[in-house]
RNA sequence: GGCGCGAUGGCGGAGUGGUGACGCAGCGGAUUGCAAAUCCGUGUACACGAGUUCGAUUCUCGUUCGCGCCUCCA
């Protein structure tokens, strides 16, 4: 059996992945807020994990790898979009999640095992609120239930920011009615205007940090494999993830943690705050989703991926180079193992598409093919590839009716008159190229 | 201030204690009426300083520069 070799943020080392039982590999990833179009960034976890869930199916089996990814349900800037539009939060969150996934899907990631959403485990939450307090963990103050920070011992270890540390860095303003400043919301108050569900605490709705818990437990169960997300979560969310489920249940949480590195533009985070984003929308309408996931998935996961046009472009020609190759082959029955070996070494995907493009010769396109489809690339004939898609309405019978009349000029010399058919297709987006075999065409970019 | 990441050729980006991946671009050639595509060939790099070593881009320390997190954020 292939080992693959994960790093884990919490030690901060690559480790050899040792699943709790390999019949039962369990995966989470923080899913979405869905008030608004997904941007690159956000693609960037989903596209890169989704690599790991292929990679444990192919080592593990598929029928023993569950991967959930949640959707973030509710949450004030859901609840503020909803009162700019004056309709429910339920319009929102169904819109935004139908597009998500549309994307993910475009971007060619598996559909997870499980899409829980957050509004969907309020009994769950409050559950374990209740445990939470009874065990002295959590507190009600001022209409909030909150997690007290200085009841867990070793708070702090997955990102390695001490209490003190985090006090004495705080950029907050302290909420006057914490014990303690570092303590954290678990549930909090809803006016009667805002959205809440009832609760022993009474009408209110929970912390984003309790929803990721609960969730996990409730269908991954109280200590599972791997959890991942973004590194901008790794503190406070997924430190409070593990203070919330390790004080509930009293067990080691996640066996190991992972984290990607930023999408920036112009070396700079994108993010919805900075409003330096790309949808995912827009980049798909302009470069299609393959590129754009290959795009991804040029540099390793854990470093900064800077997003540019250009990169895109570069990707997309890869990917013709590649087309061109596979044209008519079956992919090969297995899968690459250089491709493997790269992917089980830390996800290292430059490596795995060097050794793609290693095998990109006439001799290996069937492995090719086969290599580059388990990344979730190459997943078109080369025909829809070069001639579909961007829904620019070119008449094949019209094109290739005019690559004969072409034909005919070139066979008789007349030059003059091929190279003015051949721009006038140009001016209708089709490129030609004249091969051994006969003119072919695609269309331009 | 605390915690952490990075610096490789024109650009992107792996990797390694000792003959410099890979992609895109460039250049030369083949092919072509021309172009495109394809094929062959080809140049350029390891931030700086010190240390360890027979030998360092690779290990150690320091410096400089860049980036992120420190309760919105994938």
């Known amino acids: 059996m292939t080992d693959i070799y994960v790093y884990n943020t919490e030690t901060r080392a690559k480790q050899k992945f040792e699943p709790i039982d390999a019949k039962n590999i369990r995966m989470y990833v923080c899913?979405?807020?869905v008030y608004d179009y997904a941007h690159i960034g956000n693609a960037r976890p989903y596209t890169v994990f989704d690599l790991l869930y292929r990679l444990l199916r192919h080592v593990y089996g598929t029928e023993h790898v569950t991967y959930a990814?949640?959707?973030?349900?509710i949450e004030d800037k859901i609840m503020q979009r909803a009162a700019d539009e004056g309709v429910g939060i339920k319009t929102i969150t169904s819109r935004y999640t139908k597009i998500f996934k549309e994307d993910m899907q475009s971007l060619g990631s598996l559909d997870p095992d499980l899409e829980p959403k957050a509004t969907e485990h309020l009994p769950q939450m409050i559950k374990m609120?209740?445990?939470?307090?009874?065990?002295?963990?959590?507190y009600v103050a001022d209409g909030h239930v909150m997690f007290h920070v200085p009841s867990m011992e070793n708070y702090g270890?997955?990102?390695?920011?001490?209490?003190?540390?985090?006090?004495?860095?705080?950029?907050?303003?302290?909420?006057?009615?914490?014990?303690?400043?570092?303590?954290?919301?678990?549930?909090?108050?809803s006016t009667d205007d805002q959205v809440g569900w009832n609760s022993p605490w009474g009408r209110g709705r929970p912390g984003w940090h309790l929803e990721c818990s609960c969730m996990v437990e409730e269908h991954l169960g109280t200590e599972i494999d791997i959890h991942a997300g973004g590194q901008d979560l790794i503190f406070p969310h997924h430190e409070n993830?593990?203070?919330?489920?390790?004080?509930?249940?009293?067990?080691?949480?996640?066996?190991?943690?992972?984290?990607?590195?930023?999408?920036?533009?112009?070396?700079?985070?994108?993010?919805k705050s900075l409003g330096n984003f790309y949808t995912i929308r827009e980049l798909l309408e302009q470069h299609g989703g393959e590129a754009m996931r290959l795009s991804l998935l040029t540099a390793h996961y854990r470093q900064p991926v800077d997003f540019s046009h250009d990169n895109a472009v570069e990707q997309k020609k890869r990917?013709?180079?590649?087309?061109?190759?596979?044209?008519?082959?079956a992919p090969?029955?297995?899968?690459?193992?250089?491709?493997?070996?790269?992917?089980?070494?830390?996800?290292?995907?430059?490596?795995?598409?060097?050794?793609?493009?290693?095998?990109?010769?006439?001799?290996?396109?069937?492995?090719?093919?086969?290599?580059?489809?388990?990344?979730?690339?190459?997943?078109?004939s080369s025909d829809e590839w070069f001639k579909g898609g961007l829904g620019e309405s070119i008449d094949v019978d019209e094109v290739e009716g005019l690559i004969e009349d072409r034909l005919k000029a070139r066979q008789n010399k007349d030059f003059s008159e091929s190279d003015r058919i051949r721009d006038r297709l140009a001016e209708m987006g089709v490129l030609l190229e004249d091969g051994p075999s006969g003119t072919s065409w695609r269309k331009a970019d």
């Not at 302290?174 to 909090?188: G, I, M, R, T």
């Not at 990917?319 to 082959?329: E, K």
């Not at 070996?341 to 069937?366: G, Q, V, W, Y």
Request: net charge neutral; hydrophobic share 40%; aromatic share 8%.
């Open 69 to 73: 990814r949640n959707i973030t349900d």
């Open 241 to 271: 993830e593990i203070a919330q489920s390790e004080c509930t249940h009293g067990k080691q949480f996640v066996r190991y943690w992972m984290h990607n590195g930023y999408l920036t533009v112009d070396g700079v985070k994108m993010s």
């Open 332 to 380: 090969a029955s297995e899968v690459p193992s250089s491709v493997i070996n790269a992917l089980s070494d830390d996800l290292n995907t430059p490596k795995a598409l060097a050794a793609l493009d290693a095998l990109a010769t006439s001799e290996t396109a069937a492995s090719l093919k086969a290599g580059a489809q388990f990344m979730g690339l190459l997943m078109q």
């Open 319 to 329: 990917l013709d180079r590649w087309y061109r190759l596979v044209d008519g082959v």
């Open 31 to 33: 899913g979405v807020t």
């Open 129 to 138: 609120m209740r445990d939470l307090i009874e065990k002295g963990h959590a």
């Open 157 to 189: 270890r997955l990102s390695r920011h001490s209490r003190d540390e985090l006090v004495a860095g705080a950029r907050v303003e302290v909420a006057s009615f914490k014990k303690d400043p570092a303590d954290f919301v678990l549930w909090k108050p």
